[in-house]
């Protein structure tokens, strides 16, 4: 079935440094979403991109939408504490349906 | 406020009963999902519902069952086919395809 990878699917930063999680697909998306899941809870909506080569901030967190609609990204500067989480993308493949990827895990050390 | 309910938070099933999560939304969504997670694992999609009276399979349906009678509930029913049930299942909605609501999630366990 149509995928989506995500990588890495771990990733430990020290506090103040910066952290990039990847989405790539082989088939165009026609839009990529993004979550948080904080350790224990529920995934809670961030964003949605649906423009070739959109990008869009959130205080320290960018989102790129590649050019050929295909890959994704979330970079998060001088990350904290709070930003503990795994972080999903989504998509729908033209139809209701949302399918996740596999998440990054993100640890901070303090 | 608006939001999803899920009930129980914690549930523990013992081996053959069937169990019925519930889940319940204010937001006037239209659409409503039930997902599985495993630890350290993503989501993936039990059944889905567009409209009341409606519902399809997601990916990994067999084992469940759901009912959608009113816009407002979306229950899902764990039963004992479900050879391995221990997980925690999220409950969201929609609209438009926008981005989903999820509720806070019930854990399942088989005793």
């Known amino acids: 079935g149509q995928q989506v990878m995500q990588i890495p699917q771990y990733q430990h930063v020290q506090e103040g440094e910066d952290f990039t999680t990847y989405c790539n697909s082989s088939?165009?998306?026609?839009?990529i979403q993004w979550y948080k899941q904080r350790p224990g809870g529920h995934p809670v909506f961030l964003i949605q991109l649906v423009k070739s080569g959109e990008v869009k901030k959130q205080k320290r967190l960018t989102f790129q939408f590649g050019e050929a609609k295909k890959n994704s990204s979330l970079h998060i500067t001088a990350t904290q504490t709070t930003d503990v989480g795994t972080y999903f993308c989504?998509?729908?493949?033209?139809?209701?349906?949302?399918?996740f990827g596999t998440g990054t895990r993100l640890t901070i050390i303090p | 406020d608006g939001g999803i309910t899920q009930s129980p938070k914690y549930l523990f099933r013992k081996e053959g009963q069937n169990v019925t999560l519930s889940c319940e939304q204010n937001?006037?969504?239209?659409?409503m999902y039930w997902y599985r997670q495993d630890p350290g694992q993503g989501l993936r999609l039990i059944y889905y519902s567009q409209i009341v009276n409606d519902f399809q399979k997601g990916d990994i349906a067999e084992g469940y069952s759901v009912s959608r009678e009113k816009k407002e509930s979306f229950p899902l029913t764990v039963t004992s086919a479900q050879k391995n049930p221990t997980a925690f299942y999220l409950c969201?909605?929609?609209?438009?395809?926008?981005?989903?609501?999820f509720g806070s999630g019930t854990r399942l366990t088989v005793v």
């Open positions: 088939t165009t998306l026609s839009n």
């Open positions: 989504a998509h729908n493949f033209g139809n209701e349906k949302l399918t």
């Open positions: 937001l006037n969504h239209d659409a």
């Open positions: 969201a909605s929609s609209i438009n395809r926008a981005g989903y609501t």
